[in-house]
């Protein structure tokens, strides 16, 4: 009986200080958890900042280094061309010279660029037609077959590929100048359209519109006829009123 009783006595006087230890417990590891999130927090802060900083940094000197480079491309343009004029006085002969004749090397391997293209481009074009299509498809099979069936190639990448093969841009040249519509098809000279009859008639050039330089001739034209005519009627009149003092007046 005396022990019961000391149990319970005892139990019932721990029960609220146990209770309360365990509450302080459970806040101070709440407090814990939410001073470890705010630490976390703050430190995937201080690490994005510190790498986006430098980056910034960084992005805008590439901008920098980029805007330089770009200009000093469009200086030495603009003074190579400025030396290829011959205008410039604060260069020699023989540098305007040399400049001029780097500049036409420069535009001539343009050029010849974009002559490539070009003709890469007009072969792409022909490959979209039946015609195009079929020889670039039998092309690119006698190439597969060359390389033995284990190659992989893409046969659709391969024959659209072609375009800038100089052997099938001279056989669509061929099949091209060889079709109707190679026979046929002459480019459009617009020299040769023209209709030009002179201040007469004064036509005007196809698709050009009205001349004002020929409508002025054609009116000056006009008014030195109006003047002809007159000077002949004066001229008729004066013949048929003159007097012959040859002759005795009676």
């Not at 927090?41 to 000197?61: E, H, N, R, T, Y």
């Not at 036509?203 to 330089?213: A, D, E, F, K, T």
């Not at 030195?224 to 003159?242: F, H, I, V």
Request: proline share 3%.
């Amino acid at each position: 009986m005396a022990q019961d009783l000391t149990v319970n006595i005892k139990t019932t006087s721990d029960v609220p200080q146990a209770m309360d230890r365990a509450k302080g417990a459970t806040v101070s590891f709440g407090k814990q958890v939410e001073d470890i999130q705010k630490k976390f927090s703050s430190s995937f802060k201080d690490i994005f900042l510190g790498f986006l900083a430098p980056m910034v940094l960084i992005q805008g000197a590439l901008s920098l280094i980029s805007e330089a480079i770009a200009k000093a491309k469009q200086d030495a343009k603009d003074g190579l061309d400025l030396l290829a004029k011959g205008e410039t006085t604060f260069a020699t002969s023989e540098e305007k010279r040399m400049a001029a004749f780097f500049k036409r090397r420069a535009e001539v391997k343009e050029e010849q660029r974009l002559a490539d293209v070009g003709k890469s481009e007009i072969a792409g074009q022909f490959i979209k037609t039946p015609e195009g299509n079929k020889l670039a498809s039998d092309m690119a099979a006698q190439r597969i077959a060359q390389l033995g069936a284990n190659a992989q190639i893409d046969f659709t990448a391969l024959r659209d590929s072609l375009k800038g093969d100089k052997a099938f841009q001279d056989a669509a040249l061929k099949a091209f100048m060889a079709s109707p519509e190679g026979k046929s098809f002459q480019p459009e000279e617009a020299a040769k359209q023209a209709n030009f009859k002179g201040p007469d008639g004064f036509s005007n050039v196809v698709g050009v519109g009205s001349n004002p330089v020929m409508e002025a001739m054609a009116e000056q034209t006009e008014l030195q006829r109006q003047q002809l005519d007159e000077l002949k009627k004066l001229n008729a009149k004066g013949t048929d009123t003159q007097t012959d003092f040859t002759k005795d007046s009676k």
